[in-house]
């Protein structure tokens, strides 16, 4: 509500864009779903694997958060985007997500994904022997390939769904910011749909036109006297 709130100053606009793009981050990350609890390991919980190490004392949880890279520049954030949208069986998968918006649903998937890949059959047998430090935390051996290769298989897929979810959100802050930074006035007349008398039309006239059809379908538009070419774009809040 915030980051769409025109009235409400840039600075805490931008600051709530942040926290959206981290959270939709971390609600797709599977450790942050749940514990490991355990009557002798962990009867308090492993704090979503933070407190199990691997053999160069990065926990697991570090492990699931570094697969897309530990480099953050726009170059390496862009350059990963495109080879994860270069996978169109990856980009397919995501869009047949996209419409579980409710953060309940995400982290009951990563839930299941947990289960399944972070607290594995091959790490729940390592548990028993693994030494265990003052502070709590258990030091395993290295995990086997298959680990790592699963985890960023599931950390691509992951970050592929919450893209895919989060793209609406955007799109209605992108139209909000443009509302806001190009003042429109009303041109309803300029618009016509016989079986819709509800249409609206926010215009700049000669270069920005806004037309909201409450029921979808389609309407036309009078471009009478507006000369060059005219690039149409769908959006749907």
């Known amino acids: ?12 606009r931008a600051v709530a864009l942040c926290w959206l793009l981290h959270l939709y981050g971390d609600g797709h990350q599977p450790c942050h779903a749940g514990s490991l609890y355990t009557v002798d390991a962990f009867p308090d919980g492993d704090l979503g694997g933070n407190r199990i190490k691997v053999k160069d004392r990065i926990s697991i949880h570090a492990i699931w958060d570094s697969q897309l890279g530990s480099q953050t520049t726009p170059w390496e954030i862009a350059k990963r985007t495109k080879e994860i949208q270069a996978d169109t069986k990856l980009a397919e998968f995501a869009r047949s997500k996209a419409n579980d918006s409710h953060p309940s649903a995400w982290l009951h998937e990563d839930r299941k ?40 298989r599931i950390a691509r897929r992951q970050a592929a769904v919450a893209g895919a979810r989060l793209s609406p959100l955007l799109q209605r802050i992108a139209w909000a910011i443009q509302l806001q930074d190009n003042p429109m006035e009303n041109a309803n007349a300029l618009i016509g749909n016989p079986e ?9 006239k000669g270069e920005s036109y806004v037309i909201h059809l409450p029921k979808g379908g389609t309407t036309e538009l009078d471009l009478t006297g507006v000369e060059g070419n005219i690039k149409v774009s769908w959006f749907h809040p």
């Open 1 to 12: 509500q915030v980051a769409l709130d025109v009235k409400r100053p840039k600075p805490e």
């Open 113 to 152: 994904l947990a289960q399944r890949y972070v607290y594995t059959v091959e790490l729940f047998a390592a548990l028993p022997s693994a030494p265990k430090d003052k502070r709590g935390n258990v030091e395993l051996p290295n995990l086997s390939t298959t680990y790592f290769d699963d985890a960023a």
């Open 196 to 204: 819709n008398k509800n249409d609206k039309l926010l215009t700049k």
